[in-house]
């Protein structure tokens, strides 16, 4: 059986619902909202039901955009293993300073990718280059 490793790290899963983002409407708040909009409409002046549907449409489209860019993310970041990279990070005191090095492997945790470094892992964000890994002098 064949796995593969950028969907599973995206499948829908009960036990990764405890850090949902908050900052975005689920399709579960989108219902709540539909059914207090129903429970409480004007008798006298009711909702159009193609309105409805049309915003269900609209919202399961963001929803299957956002996880098509979450896997595209995903498929990227798993390309940079084995080439070199120029980061920018910030240390513990705040301070910018640049991270060179072979990238060799890449964290997928509830959805966002990460590179890891000589051991160390880093946002996808920080990736300011990318190269081929033969051009550091040597290392493959």
């Given at each position: 059986?064949?796995?593969?490793?950028?969907?599973?790290?995206?499948?829908?899963?009960?036990?990764?619902?405890?850090?949902?983002?908050?900052?975005?409407?689920?399709?579960?708040?989108?219902?709540?909202?539909?059914?207090?909009?129903?429970?409480?409409?004007d008798i006298h002046n009711t909702v159009d039901n193609t309105e409805f549907i049309s915003q269900m449409?609209?919202?399961?489209?963001?929803?299957?955009?956002?996880?098509?860019?979450?896997?595209?993310?995903?498929?990227?970041?798993?390309?940079?293993?084995?080439?070199?990279?120029?980061l920018l990070v910030e240390d513990a005191a705040g301070n910018k300073k640049t991270v060179i090095g072979?990238?060799?492997?890449?964290?997928?945790?509830?959805?966002?990718?990460?590179?890891?470094?000589?051991?160390?892992?880093?946002?996808?964000?920080?990736?300011?280059?990318?190269?081929?890994?033969?051009?550091?002098?040597?290392?493959?």
């Open positions: 059986m064949i796995v593969d490793p950028i969907s599973a790290a995206f499948s829908t899963n009960s036990t990764n619902k405890t850090t949902e983002n908050k900052s975005h409407l689920s399709m579960e708040d989108f219902y709540a909202l539909l059914v207090a909009q129903l429970s409480n409409q449409a609209q919202f399961s489209m963001i929803q299957a955009i956002s996880d098509l860019m979450k896997q595209s993310q995903a498929a990227y970041s798993v390309s940079l293993i084995g080439k070199a990279a120029n072979v990238v060799q492997g890449v964290n997928l945790e509830n959805g966002v990718a990460s590179v890891v470094i000589d051991g160390n892992t880093y946002p996808m964000s920080s990736v300011r280059e990318v190269y081929d890994a033969s051009l550091l002098g040597g290392e493959e």
